[in-house]
Structure formats: structure tokens, C-alpha cells
């Protein structure tokens, strides 16, 4: 009967996904997939439109008369954070992630402009804008090739010969550009000797192109292709002193390799790439009125500030955060930064850079569960590429004899360490290590990568932790972050410890060895001082009952246990978990200071309405089974902290709240930190009355689909890559079921 069961659940899913499929197909505005507007941008931070390949992107402003393109290269970063050959110097020489630079078209259209429209499709990564001026339909499309490593931006108009203009092009460090029979190019070298390259090239139907000083002109085409790239001579490698070949040649090199192939193959083969990431996941949670749908993205983010019901924007929100990480976040290259990719600046805000203390472990909160599991490794590769100059600063800092690793709370991509050691930052870094295992089950990868970063780092916390006189184990001099004194014991700091034991130990584990290290950090882990309940029924941030019931503090550090750690659930200690509604609910300003007052998205205020923090606290509520909050902290965001062209804002922009949502979206629908599946854990009302996913990820290497009515599951799938017994929780029941195998 279980088994007849099954198979009638997967063909209701099966039915029920290609529909969805087809419903959001982004074939027009409004769908899931596609921003879109009926103005040109004029501000880079609210208006403008991202496109990446991860190592390289632009912002698009869809202009008329004139056409500006700004973009960046990810590893363009002034300074180097290490004039002592150290690394532990804090701020001096930190240096700042820079603006590349723009180019800009100047076209030769004077009449009136109707019809415009300009959007992204965040499935295809296709920029496209379109106008009519007379009887002539322009139309320009761009995207940023990962197979390729170019940039592409496509002009076309429906008459013959009515494109015209000039181009230029601008570097935003001081190089000097300059036009020749081969394109527009500019080289540099920054003072820290970092050296860049960029190079434009055109291709163009029917007319004429010539020079004209340091600008391309282009008479009479029909259509003009425009290929970009832009590089450095960073290389992600201590030994080598961080740089490596001239970027030219391979600029060069790349540019003429794009070249070889029409638009419509590179733009096939771009498409190809990006969509077998974007569309590898997704999720229906209601439907929007049709009226709604036809609207612009900024009309209809308006209206649902003002209280409209619109989950295809939620959707969209959801969709947007996985592209923007599939555009800053690709194999071989560097991991996302506190804007992601994009940064019109040479001193942008907190220098651009990677904050450990809650930010870029938050740009990948939805890596795993949302299958881009491939756009985790920058990241990997980055904490194994500042390992070493890591130790260096360690041992400075706390000692020559000191084992392991940890780093400040600001890093850069040179193994520079600025702004306030975050002492457990390395601890927290071992659970993207550990998690990457933990989704995928590549034993290889355990083996060679993560298992011994795991252990370098229980070694350096097994020589750090202090014993008290009744034999408990705390972390001295910690901090909550950014919030509070230094002192020993700091909540945040031992969970993230006993996070990272029982990643090694289960690690271990699962490779059979270091049976006699296992055991040592099993005791360690046994004796660490445990989470405290205080006199206001709260979970405490520090070892002394010190919380303030009215603190609105935009960190819920003390909470990590709960998200992203796994220490406190509210089957495994529910006292502990009622503590920690307690404490959130305090966070959220007027709400917590009565318990009676109805939980609204007006609820939350002041310091707690960042970008960053409404993600935070939506997992948070998933994670303790509160749909409903977790549905209001969705609401909050794109209410309070969403821009125009839908950039989360702290202020300012910032791209941890649109990559942190992703995953706290995830986690309202599937969680498998507890050794089971369970399916529609923190799922508000606005997304019961019918809904599916498709190809969530849940721990132990298993794909997953469901369907549900009413909030209640009515099908699921779970595909392994080998057939295994799993635990699956839905439905308030509990049952043991055999997995697909595919």
C-alpha cells in the first residue's frame, strides 16, 4: 500500500511541477523570472540592473540617446593589508574592493521615444531593452558569459542602417584608454602592483566603424556586437604573493575566442549554462491577480509596500537571490563580497569587502538548499587560500605555539585581516566546509578538503578554551558581535564551538579515523559550558543574566544555535527553543514588549530593520516552527529594505539580505538539520492554500519535490543518487521511506 502510495504522490507531482513550469516560463512581465520597467535607470543603486558571469559584471541602465555600461572584475582590490609580512595589522593598508569602469554609447537618435521597455530575465541572465522612435524598433540585449568570459551587449533595429554613434570607453583607476583597428583597451597597474586589463571589441552589420581620437564611431549599421572583458593579475595563491600572469593576453585571448562564434551560438551557449542553475530549483506559493502581474516591478513592489498580496513577487525575490549568487559565485573564482559583484565605487561601503561575522556566511545560507551547491566552492577555495596567511596573523595574535587558525572580522583577498578579530570567525567558516559534504556526500571532497580544515580547526580551539573551576570549558575574551562587552563565555561564541565539534565528529565519523581525536573532541564538546535561561524566560547572550527586554539590537547572535546552527530545536530541547522565541520576540521592538500585541510587519523597528537581519529572523522563526513570523520577515524585507530594481539595502545596498532570503525561504519549506526531512515546517498561511517545490536539497545528498492544499502535503519525491532509507517528517507524522534513485 506505501509503495502504491508513492507512486500515485510522484505522478500528482510530476503533473503538478510541469504545470508550474510552464506557468513561469518567463515568457512575458510579470513572471517569476523577470524584472522589468518602463523607464530608463538613472541611479546605479535602485534603478540599475545586475548581469555577472561570477568573475565579471555590469549594471545596466537601458538608456536611450546614450547607453552607459559600468562594470567590475572581482579581484580589482586596492591595498594589501600586510606591510609587516604578517598579516596582522588591522585596518592599516586594508585597502577596498574598486569600480573597473564604464563605457558608454552615444547614439544618434534626436526623435521621440515610445513603446520603451527594459528588463532583466533572472532565468536566461538576458538584459534586454527595447523602444520605438518613428517606425524603427530598437532592441539591445547584454548578458555575461561564464562559458565564454566575455561580456555581450547586442544592438539591433528593425530598419536597415538606423544605428549610429560613438563609443567610449573609461577606466575608473586612471588608465589612459584608446582606440585602434583591434578595439578600445586600457592597461593599469595599481599601487600595490596589482595590474588590470580591459578590452571592448566590435563586430557590425552593414555601415562602417572607424576611429576617431580615443572613441569608436560607428555610420548606417544595421546591427553592432560589442565584446567585453576586463581582467587582473590577482592569483588566489599565498606562495605566489597573490599575483600571477599579465591579464592582457588573456583578455585578448578570450575576446578572439568569442569572436569565433555568431551571437545567437554564444548567447545559446551562455543561456545553457545559467539556466541549469536557475532553473534547478523552484517554488509556486500562491498565485497574484492577474492585474497585478501585467504592472512594472517597481509599481508592484509599491503596491506591496502598501499591504498588496502579491506572492509571484515573493517568488521572484526568491528566484532573484540564486541568480544574483549563479552571476557573483562560480567555480575558480572568488566568493561573493558584501555586494556581491557590483560596486560603482572606489571606496564603497565597509570597503566592499568579507565580513565573517554574519555576511558572507549569509550569502550562502541558500547555496546548498537550493541547489547551486557548485557556487559554494569560491568560497571553499577562499578560506583554503587564507589559511595560511591566517596562521600567521594566529599566532601574532595569541601566541607562537598556537595550533590552527582564525582570522579578523574584515578579510580581504590578499589574506589581509582588518577591522576586530572575530575570534570564532574560522569556527563559523567549518560549517560551510562541513555543509558542503553534508548536502553533496562526496567523500573525496571530505577527505581531502574538508576534514582537515575541520580539524586544523578543533586544534586551535582545543589549545584556546579556557577551563573554569568547575571543569566547564569557555571560550575567553569573546564577543557577541558588535554588540555588548568582551568577557568570557559569550553565548554566540560557544555555540559556534560546539557547532564545529560536531561537525569534526561527525566528519570523523563518516571517514572511519582519528578514533583517539575523536574522543578528545567528544569530551571537549561534553564540557563546554552549556546555553543558560535567563530571569525573563530568555535564552542568554552572555553568561551573566544581563539582557535587556527592550534591546531592538539588529544581531541575534545568541540565537546562531537555533540557525544556522543546529544545537537547539524544539524537538531535541524545547525549553531552550521556547527561550529563544522569547529572546526574538524581545528583538522585534514593539512586539516583544508585549506579548499580547499582534505580531505585524510594523512590528520590528528600528536597529532590527536591516536587509540582513530579516533574514536572519525569518529562518529563525522557520526553524522554531513559526510560520507565520517567518512569512511577516519576507514581508518586512520587501516592505522596508528592497530597492526599485530589487537590491536589499542596509542602508546602503548590500547583497547579503537578497542572498540570505533566499535560504531562509528555503528553510520555511524543507529542513533536514535533525536528521530528517521535513516538509513545510515554518509554511505561513499566505502560501497554504496550494503550492509545490521542485529540487530543494536536504542533507545526506537527497533532491526533493513536494506538492501541498490547505498546508497540508499531498505528494513528494526524493531522488539520492543510490536508493536509501530516510526519515521524512509531514503532516505531523513521521515515517521511513525508500528514496528514487536518480
Not at 500 to 514: H, R, T, V, W
Not at 695 to 709: E, F, I, N, P, Q
Request: aromatic fraction near 10%; charge should be neutral.
Amino acid at each position: 500500500m506505501k509503495k502504491l502510495l508513492g507512486a500515485i504522490l510522484c505522478c500528482t507531482l510530476f503533473f503538478l511541477s510541469t504545470a508550474v513550469t510552464a506557468q513561469h516560463s518567463g515568457a512575458g512581465p510579470g513572471t517569476g523570472y523577470r524584472l522589468w520597467y518602463t523607464q530608463p535607470a538613472e541611479k546605479w543603486d535602485t534603478q540599475a540592473l545586475p548581469i555577472g558571469n561570477g568573475r565579471m559584471g555590469a549594471m545596466l541602465f537601458g538608456g536611450i540617446k546614450t547607453e552607459k555600461v559600468q562594470y567590475n572584475e572581482q579581484s580589482l582590490w586596492s591595498g594589501d593589508n600586510n606591510w609587516d609580512g604578517e598579516y596582522e595589522t588591522g585596518d592599516h593598508g586594508f585597502g577596498s574592493y574598486r569600480n573597473f569602469g564604464t563605457f558608454v554609447i552615444d547614439f544618434n537618435h534626436t526623435d521621440v521615444v515610445t513603446g520603451y521597455y527594459r528588463s532583466l530575465n533572472i532565468q536566461t541572465g538576458v538584459h534586454t531593452t527595447a523602444f520605438e522612435i518613428g517606425d524603427t524598433r530598437y532592441t539591445r540585449e547584454a548578458f555575461a558569459s561564464h562559458p565564454d568570459q566575455v561580456m555581450v551587449f547586442h544592438y539591433t533595429a528593425s530598419k536597415k542602417g538606423a544605428l549610429s554613434g560613438k563609443i567610449s570607453m573609461q577606466s575608473a583607476q586612471g588608465a589612459m584608454s584608446a582606440a585602434n583597428a583591434d578595439g578600445l583597451s586600457f592597461t593599469g597597474e595599481m599601487p600595490n602592483h596589482l595590474k588590470y586589463a580591459a578590452s571592448m571589441q566590435i563586430a557590425h552589420e552593414g555601415g562602417s566603424i572607424s576611429v576617431e581620437g580615443n572613441n569608436w564611431v560607428f555610420q548606417k549599421c544595421n546591427a553592432i556586437t560589442i565584446y567585453l572583458d576586463a581582467r587582473t593579475n590577482y592569483k588566489p595563491d599565498y606562495q605566489s604573493g597573490w599575483r600571477g600572469a599579465d591579464p592582457m593576453p588573456l583578455v585578448k585571448q578570450e575576446i578572439s575566442a568569442a569572436r569565433k562564434s555568431d551571437y545567437q551560438t554564444l548567447v545559446s551557449r551562455h543561456t545553457k549554462d545559467l539556466t541549469r542553475l536557475t532553473l534547478a530549483a523552484s517554488i509556486d506559493i500562491g498565485k497574484t491577480d492577474a492585474d497585478v502581474l501585467l504592472l512594472p516591478t517597481d509599481v508592484r513592489l509599491k503596491k506591496y509596500a502598501g499591504g498588496s498580496v502579491d506572492p509571484d513577487l515573493e517568488e521572484t525575490l526568491f528566484q532573484y537571490g540564486r541568480y544574483l549568487l549563479a552571476s557573483c559565485s562560480r567555480t575558480g573564482g572568488l566568493p561573493a563580497n558584501l555586494q556581491g559583484l557590483w560596486n560603482d565605487s572606489n571606496t564603497p561601503p565597509w570597503a566592499g569587502d568579507y565580513h565573517n561575522n554574519i555576511n558572507i556566511q549569509m550569502n550562502y545560507w541558500g547555496v546548498e538548499s537550493t541547489n547551486l551547491s557548485e557556487c559554494h566552492l569560491p568560497l571553499i577555495d577562499f578560506i583554503k587560500a587564507a589559511e595560511e596567511p591566517c596562521r600567521i596573523a594566529t599566532r601574532k595574535a595569541f601566541g607562537a605555539n598556537v595550533r590552527g587558525w582564525t582570522a579578523r572580522t574584515s578579510q580581504s583577498i590578499f589574506g589581509g585581516n582588518g577591522w576586530e578579530w572575530n575570534i570564532p570567525a574560522s569556527a563559523w567558516y567549518a560549517q560551510h566546509v562541513f555543509e558542503h559534504w553534508a548536502f553533496t556526500m562526496d567523500k573525496t571532497y571530505l577527505r581531502t578538503t574538508a576534514y582537515p580544515i575541520l580539524k586544523e580547526i578543533c586544534q586551535f580551539w582545543e589549545d584556546r578554551l579556557k577551563k573554569m573551576p568547575d571543569g566547564k570549558l569557555m571560550v575567553p575574551n569573546g564577543w557577541s558581535p558588535e554588540h555588548g562587552p568582551r568577557e568570557d563565555g559569550v553565548m554566540h561564541d560557544q555555540q559556534l564551538v560546539w557547532d564545529l565539534f560536531q561537525n569534526y565528529l561527525e566528519a570523523a565519523k563518516a571517514l572511519g579515523i582519528d578514533s583517539a581525536y575523536q574522543l578528545k573532541v567528544a569530551d571537549m564538546q561534553a564540557h563546554l559550558a552549556p546555553n543558560k535561561i535567563g530571569k525573563w524566560g530568555q535564552l542568554q547572550e552572555w553568561q551573566e543574566d544581563r539582557d535587556d527586554p527592550d534591546d531592538q539590537h539588529r544581531h541575534t547572535s545568541h540565537l546562531f544555535a537555533i540557525y544556522p546552527g543546529r544545537q537547539i530545536s524544539m524537538t531535541l530541547n524545547p525549553d531552550f527553543a521556547r527561550a529563544a522565541i522569547i529572546s526574538l520576540r524581545s528583538r522585534s521592538g514593539n512586539y516583544g514588549k508585549n506579548e499580547n500585541t499582534p505580531f505585524t510587519v510594523e512590528s520590528t523597528v528600528g536597529d532590527s530593520r536591516r536587509s540582513w537581519t530579516w533574514p536572519w529572523r525569518c529562518a529563525l522563526w522557520a526553524r522554531l516552527g513559526e510560520g507565520e513570523k517567518a512569512g511577516i520577515m519576507v514581508r518586512g524585507l520587501l516592505t522596508y529594505n528592497t530597492l526599485p530594481n530589487l537590491f536589499t539595502t542596509h542602508p546602503p545596498f548590500q547583497i547579503d539580505g537578497n542572498l540570505g532570503i533566499t535560504g531562509a525561504m528555503a528553510e520555511m519549506l524543507l529542513q533536514s538539520h535533525a536528521g530528517e526531512i521535513h516538509l513545510l515546517p515554518g509554511i505561513p498561511s499566505g502560501w497554504a492554500a496550494n503550492g509545490s517545490f521542485k529540487g530543494l536539497k536536504a542533507r545526506g545528498g537527497y533532491t526533493v519535490d513536494c506538492t501541498w492544499k490547505n498546508g497540508q502535503v499531498t505528494g513528494y519525491r526524493i531522488r539520492s543518487a543510490e536508493q536509501k532509507k530516510v526519515w521524512v517528517r509531514a503532516n505531523d507524522k513521521k515515517i521511513q521511506v525508500v528514496t528514487q534513485k536518480g
